[in-house]
């Protein structure tokens, strides 16, 4: 075991909920992949965020969403296997 913890979905909404103003002014209709604590993954298309996700971190499983424009509500998380 190497000690890292690896974040719950719940958790993971929980920090998206706290961050939703940050993400929304930062990635707009963006598929992001977030890697905490290194960062966010943002792209257009969710095939290009899920292969730059990938090639990173090869054995991980991401927390992909969709963040909604201004004028949208709700967001969508996924996770990949």
């Not at 991401?62 to 949208?72: D, G, I, Q, S």
Request: charged share 35%; net charge positive; hydrophobic share 35%.
């Amino acid at each position: 075991m190497t000690g890292k913890k690896i974040m719950t979905g719940r958790e993971m909404t929980e920090w998206i909920n706290k961050h939703s103003k940050e993400l929304e002014k930062r990635y707009p209709g963006k598929w992001v992949a977030i890697k905490l604590p290194r960062g966010v993954i943002a792209a257009g298309e969710l095939k290009e965020v899920l292969s730059v996700y990938k090639k990173k971190f090869p054995k991980e499983t991401p927390f992909v969403e969709l963040v909604p424009r201004k004028e949208e509500s709700g967001y969508l998380l996924i996770t990949y296997g």
